[in-house]
Nanobody, 120 residues
Framework: QVQLVESGGGLVQAGGSLRLSCAAS????????MGWFRQAPGKEREFVGY????????SYADSVKGRFTISRDNAKTTLYLQMNSLKPEDTAVYYC?????????????WGQGTQVTVSS
């Protein structure tokens, strides 16, 4: 089992950058593929990106491709989401997740989320 805690959210102007972190407890972090999701007010949760257990493979939603980058440090049991060129439509609660059943939707473990607000 793994526990996930996101941090790094906040308020940023459009065009700015933020880096989210997801700290994982437990020795099994390095064996899990990981994902980032987000949920805006009144909308369903949506897939943002995915990274394989060793970081060798990543995939992104079209809406963030070229602007967001997922990375991980297995030695620090931490997942990252670097967000550049932020837009107001990126405003959402961002969640990290571990151990996917389906990489773009179903995961066994979830964090509590961190708020990202992008002002225009």
């Amino acid at each position: 089992q793994v526990q996930l805690v996101e941090s790094g959210g906040g308020l940023v102007q459009a065009g700015g950058s933020l880096r989210l972190s997801c700290a994982a407890s437990g020795r099994t972090f390095s064996s899990y593929a990981m994902g980032w999701f987000r949920q805006a007010p009144g909308k369903e949760r949506e897939f943002v990106g995915y990274i394989s257990w060793n970081g060798g493979r990543t995939s992104y939603a079209d809406s963030v491709k070229g602007r967001f980058t997922i990375s991980r440090d297995n030695a620090k049991t931490t997942l990252y989401l670097q967000m550049n060129s932020l837009k107001p439509e990126d405003t959402a609660v961002y969640y990290c997740a571990a151990d996917p059943r389906f990489p773009t939707s179903v995961y066994n473990y979830w964090g509590q989320g961190t708020q990202v607000t992008v002002s225009s």
